[in-house]
């Protein structure tokens, strides 16, 4: 791999990016002080981003109440003192002409309207208990992307109602990667050491896109101190500037090439005897499973050379046991595929094969800090639910925490779910299939969402109740885990713009009364704050002072670590995959859909200034991308040689499900017969007018799948034709 770029270079670009993105609201530069005192009232005020799910910590100044500057904490262990694009561009909700500033409730037309929120809630309240007494609790659900008060609230807001239908976004994002890792390790994630690794090979994720600052520092300090970072990716991501190695493998045969690494471990007696013997199940029904998996086999299926594939095993072998294969997000295997599950498991394999787990440079399971038990009689507990979650039944190794979403679509097609609640989830034009959540959602007594602007998903509502924005309101604590616990929270830094508008807390007990659960919410998010910060030994007055606190309950130690399976062992093995009707040995699953001759595979992924579909219609944002066309198709020079298309050209994109126009960006960094679309585009909400029409939307392409096991979307389980559209 060859760059014209350095590291510095992208770090210095990253900043430049974050400034245009503040354009007009915050300067990215620190502000001096004396020229803040001399324009007016100077405050800071410590909170969280909410640019993506890291919620890193930062620091607003407000002059004379009006918001001036936003930095990264310092002490906060994702920001380190740095905001990404994002979290700059992100501070102009509060201000932006496209947010929703009151209640609004559709219209027999299809429209929307105005409506208080007493009438919004009443009217909620009474549709809510009808559904509870012609269909009982069970026919109520919540999808929610969790947030730190958000993940608090909707899930004791449904248990009030007697509801266990619970679900966050993971089905459309990390639901497969973090339930294999969880069946093979008992952890949900880890991480990797990269101060002190040798060797990292990511599978498809990239630092340089999904940014957090601290892991973009870490993997570049990694870089710096010699490290070998390799990119498993049919695109040439942005992390490149910190990789040595570019190895471009067919979109979903991943688990192929990690096999293969597996069997010449394996077969050239490289693997770690001592912890394979002491620290594992499973083993030997492994390596004989294994032992079909060659380089060879590999090539065919990946299209990775097979002498590729041994030089990357011998690499690791000689780092072991300061390597890892890194955890990915959605990525490659997040959602994406029939397989994606397994290949998580697989990840977890080859970890365990280099004896990584715990060790200095390799992969880590660390811990998180929890609260204790509150007041019961200020916090009441609920009332056990006794009902069981959609979709659990099917989808048996799907987190529990997470559930499959899914399974609410398919409940308003038969009626099973008649009144859903989103909160800060735009599971329309996200998860699945928009057409089909649309047809869902249509079917449905109830629909509500709750959002700081008209989503897609607000479209297909009810009832749509506006939440103030990031920088306007209070929430409960943040835990942070890893080597070290912390715990942080968000702070308003300005007043509510608009009144109109409510915090989580307040809509949730709102919504609660009026179902006939307030009983269970009588008391403020400062309040329950203090009460859960008091158990870890701090309080809301401490933090609003100091921003974040450390906390002493973490004990990190390298080592072997305790895995919290039912074997207490690294499993290459589960007995809960058997019973889920799988194979049990950690294996190879082929990935659903192949391109038939003329088709392309089509895979997404994330650009550093954005966030899912939150973020395009924000005005500096939106502004970055028309500026630099980034809502393009990534097509290979040689594809786009053979059918006479130029850099810029449109053309049409079709799937079975769907056909749209968008312009080309003809490259090198992507793999022949690949096609890569971002995938934050093609928004279709009227009332995002930034956003509405520009470029094309993924899902809207992706047949509805759902992967065995878990339930995930299988988002990038599809293939597409591509057409010139002369001009």
């Known amino acids: 791999m060859s760059s014209n770029t350095t590291r510095r270079g992208f770090l210095k670009g990253a900043a430049a990016t974050a400034a245009v993105a503040t354009a007009g609201i915050c300067a990215l530069a620190p502000w001096r002080h004396s020229e803040a005192e001399a324009a007016g009232n100077v405050v800071q005020t ?39 694009g994002r979290g700059h561009g992100t501070a102009q909700w509060a201000y932006s002409d496209g947010r929703l500033t009151q209640p609004m409730k559709r219209t027999a037309d299809g429209g929307f309207e105005p409506i208080s929120w007493d009438a919004a809630f009443e009217e909620i309240g009474q549709t809510v208990k009808g559904i509870l007494a012609e269909s009982g609790p069970e026919a109520l659900a919540i999808i929610q992307d ?168 011998h690499a690791l072998a000689e780092a072991a046991p300061a390597c890892a294969i890194e955890s990915s997000w959605r990525a490659a295997f997040g959602c994406a595929y029939q397989n994606s599950f397994e290949t998580a498991r697989v990840v977890c394999a080859v970890n365990a094969l280099l004896g990584s787990w715990g060790q200095k440079g390799g992969a880590l399971i660390t811990s998180s800090p929890k609260t204790g038990e509150v007041d019961e009689v200020k916090f009441p507990k609920l009332p056990k639910v006794q009902a069981k979650r959609l979709g659990d039944t099917e989808y048996p ?21 008649q ?47 506006p939440e103030c924005t990031v920088l306007e309101r209070m929430e409960l604590p943040e835990f ?7 715990v942080a929270m968000r702070f308003p830094a300005i007043e509510r713009i608009y009144p109109d508008t409510k915090s989580c807390d307040e809509i949730f007990a709102g919504l609660a009364q009026a179902c006939g659960v307030g009983q269970y919410f009588d008391f403020t998010v400062e309040e329950l704050a203090d009460a859960q910060l008091a158990t870890v030994g701090t309080s809301v007055a401490e933090l609003r002072e100091k921003g974040i606190v450390e906390l002493p309950t973490a004990k990190f130690e390298y080592g072997t670590p305790a895995f919290k399976t039912p074997t207490e062992k690294f499993q290459f093995t589960s007995q809960a995959v058997a019973d889920a009707g799988l194979n049990p040995v950690i294996g190879y699953v082929p990935r659903l859909v192949e391109p038939a001759e003329g088709e392309f595979y089509l895979v997404g992924g994330k650009q550093s200034i954005h966030s899912h579909t939150m973020t395009l219609n924000l005005e500096a944002l939106n502004a970055i991308s028309r500026e630099h066309d ?47 679309l971002p995938t934050h585009y093609g928004g279709s909400s009227q009332y995002q007018s930034r956003a509405n029409g520009y470029g094309l939307n993924m899902m809207d392409f992706i047949p509805l799948h759902l992967e065995p096991g878990v339930g995930s979307t299988m988002s990038q389980e599809v293939a597409v034709k591509v057409r010139k559209v002369e001009a």
């Not at 693997?271 to 029904?285: A, I, M, Q």
């Not at 786009?640 to 049409?652: M, P, R």
């Open 397 to 417: 190794l799907a987190l529990s925490g997470t559930g499959t979403n899914l399974a609410v679509l398919n409940g308003c097609n038969d009626g099973t779910v």
């Open 480 to 486: 942070i885990g890893g080597k070290k616990h912390y």
């Open 46 to 84: 410590p909170s969280l981003c909410n640019g993506c799910s890291s919620k890193c910590g930062l620091v607003a100044t407000t002059v004379d109440g009006k918001l001036k500057t936003v930095e990264g904490m310092g002490d906060h262990p994702y920001s380190k003192g740095t905001l990404c």
């Open 419 to 465: 009144g859903v609640f989103f909160y800060n989830s735009n599971a329309v034009q996200g998860y699945a299939q928009p057409a089909k959540w649309r047809e869902a959602l249509a079917k449905a007594k109830l629909v509500v969402t709750i959002d700081v602007q008209m989503s897609e998903t607000a479209l297909a509502s009810h009832y749509v109740l």
């Open 146 to 313: 969790p947030r730190p008060s958000g993940k608090y609230y909707s899930k004791r807001f449904i248990n009030a109602l007697g509801s266990a239908n619970i679900y966050t976004h993971a089905a459309a994002c990390n639901l497969s990667k973090e339930s294999g890792i969880q069946q093979a390790t008992g952890a949900q994630n880890f991480s990797v050491d990269f101060g002190n690794t040798k060797m990292v090979v990511f599978i498809g994720r990239s630092y340089g896109d999904g940014i957090r600052p601290s892991s973009v520092k870490s993997l570049a300090q990694a870089a710096d101190n010699g490290a070998r970072i390799v990119l498993v990716d049919p695109r040439l991501n942005n992390t490149n500037v910190m990789a040595t190695d570019w190895v471009p493998i067919k979109p979903g045969f991943d688990i192929a090439l990690l096999l293969a690494i597996a069997n010449v471990l394996v077969t050239e007696d490289l693997y770690d005897h001592d912890f394979v013997e002491e620290s594992c199940v499973g083993f030997p029904e492994f390596a004989q499973q294994v032992a079909q998996y060659t380089p060879e086999w590999a090539e065919k299926l990946c299209d990775v050379p097979a002498d590729r594939i041994t030089e990357l095993a």
């Open 630 to 676: 980034m809502q393009r198709l990534w097509m290979a020079a040689s594809d786009a040689a053979a059918l006479g298309v130029a850099d810029g050209d449109t053309v049409e994109v079709s799937s079975s499900e769907h056909a749209g126009q968008v312009s080309v960006k003809v490259t090198e960094r992507v793999k022949p017969g690949v096609l890569f």
